[in-house]
């Protein structure tokens, strides 16, 4: 389908309604799958959909060799969709139990609920009610007759673990009156090219789709850095007033946004970019008009040609402490992709410090002061290459976000230096503080947030924290999060 008849269809479908005497919020139920979000041009506009619906709602059954990938699919969809300026509802989702045991169903509701509800999703439709396995002889169960098993209870209604977790969601929503919640402030955003949005010339999809996929990777490394960001189209002009900005594995911008970064550096942020060739082919390299003024570097590019990463493994030293990371600090990456994607940024250092070399002694991660602010500039595609890598979560680019974040003076009211696990914070309207701690660990692991001065965990029954809190396999824990002075905060009943 077109965009413009799907437009028109969606126009009949909602007036429909409207004519009809329904008032309750409507959307098109498409699953935001358009090209906005997926990358993949479906004909549906996630933009489009905006204009005319109450909501957005994803529809989001992931696929992978990476768990901790996958417990963030939904998140991240929802962030995606999240950009529009409409509510975001997690309208589909689920797991059939012929795909997963009772405990990892479990474990998968309970991540997509939570990692979710950090993203921004203000409503869940879980897929679905009930098992009905007295449709197996009719199409198209006849056919996917796994599909018979998504459901919260089986057949006979006995509940599964699935249903205990959305139970247990749903008193904790009400015990902190998420209705009066939203997100906590960040001041880090993540970049989202136009080119994973728009279908430029002498573009292709696996161009959009090789965009997603970095982002989506970087996305998961900023969130086991207990590194919130705040997603900013560049179509719709980078947002101003963050400390910290990330572009990970970049091949493709336009040419009026590096000058736009530059002027955003020069005004006191931090500016990250990771090079990239892209995936296939076509122009391989960066598209980066003033790449060695803005970066304080000499490439030493050759036409036509990429450089091929040697080694299985890439390590970054430091050559000097930056953010969290002192001098002499190790930091290992994971190699992956093709021919072309599989490639470094030969350069040589032209007003920019080298704050980090790789295991042959060539610049890998470097520092060029722009005004009150800093270009940051990776030579490797980490991001890219760790997207590709089967089970390769949590990995070091994590690390890495943690001292750029650090570098940048972002402000994070807790942290964890287990990267396993992820912490963020949600506000209520009367001021009142929830602190999330999220594992990623298959095993029960103990973790000791750091805290900014002056704050204190408290349990939401009033129970003291004494400094360390133990976390189930996958597990989520909620606290308060109060001034040391302070009384916790009221919870409802």
Not at 131 to 156: K, M
Not at 446 to 458: D, E, M, S, V
Request: proline letters at 6%; hydrophobic letters at 40%; aromatic letters at 8%.
């Amino acid at each position: 389908s077109r965009p413009e008849t799907v437009s028109a269809w969606a126009q009949i479908i909602i007036a429909a309604v409207r004519a009809a005497g329904g008032a309750q919020p409507v959307s098109l139920g498409d699953g935001a799958w358009g090209i906005e979000v997926s990358g993949k041009d479906n004909g549906f506009s996630v933009a489009d959909s905006a204009r005319q619906c109450d909501f957005l709602g994803p529809h989001v059954y992931p696929v992978g060799s990476d768990q901790v990938r996958l417990h963030y699919a939904a998140a991240w969809a929802c962030e995606l969709a999240g950009t529009f300026g409409r509510p975001v509802v997690l309208e589909e989702f689920g797991v059939s139990s012929d795909f997963a045991s009772d405990e990892n169903a479990a474990h998968y509701y309970r991540q997509i609920l939570h990692n979710s509800l950090l993203a921004g999703a203000t409503g869940w439709i879980a897929w679905c009610n009930s098992d009905y396995d007295q449709l197996v002889d009719q199409d198209p169960y006849r056919q996917h007759p796994f599909e018979l098993h998504f459901g919260l209870t089986d057949s006979a209604g006995t509940p599964k673990p699935q249903l205990a977790e959305m139970s247990r969601f749903a008193e904790l929503l009400r015990s902190v009156d998420i209705g009066q919640c939203e997100r906590g402030e960040t001041d880090a955003a993540l970049i989202v090219p136009s080119y994973l949005d728009t279908e430029y010339p002498f573009t292709s999809e696996q161009d959009r789709v090789y965009v997603r996929e970095a982002l989506s990777q970087s996305y998961v490394a900023a969130r086991l850095a207990d590194l919130p960001v705040a997603l900013t189209r560049e179509g719709d002009g980078i947002s101003r007033g963050a400390r910290l900005y990330l572009l990970p594995s970049a091949k493709q911008l336009l040419g009026p946004t590096w000058s736009e970064l530059e002027a955003i550096a020069a005004a006191g942020a931090t500016v990250y970019v990771s090079y990239s060739p892209g995936a296939n082919g076509h122009h391989p390299g960066p598209w980066y008009p003033q790449l060695n003024a803005i970066f304080g570097v000499q490439h030493q590019l050759r036409n036509g040609m990429v450089n091929p990463i040697e080694d299985e493994k890439v390590t970054f030293v430091f050559a000097a402490g930056f953010g969290t990371l002192p001098a002499g600090a190790r930091l290992s990456f994971s190699v992956a992709g093709t021919e072309y994607g599989r490639a470094y940024l030969p350069v040589r250092p032209d007003g920019a410090e080298v704050i980090a070399v790789d295991g042959r002694g060539r610049p890998a991660l470097l520092l060029h002061q722009v005004g009150a602010g800093a270009m940051v500039l990776c030579t490797y595609p980490i991001e890219h290459m760790a997207a590709l890598s089967p089970q390769v979560n949590p990995e070091a680019t994590s690390t890495l976000y943690d001292a750029l974040a650090a570098f940048a003076g972002v402000s994070r009211p807790v942290t964890v230096d287990d990267p396993r696990i992820a912490a963020d914070v949600m506000v209520r309207a009367d001021g009142a503080r929830f602190v999330w701690l999220v594992s990623q660990a298959a095993e029960p692991v103990t973790a000791k947030p750091q805290l900014a001065a002056g704050l204190r965990l408290a349990g939401l029954d009033g129970s003291a924290v004494d400094g360390t809190v133990v976390l189930d396999p996958f597990g989520v824990s909620v606290f308060a999060l109060v001034n040391i002075d302070d009384s916790e905060p009221a919870l409802r009943e």
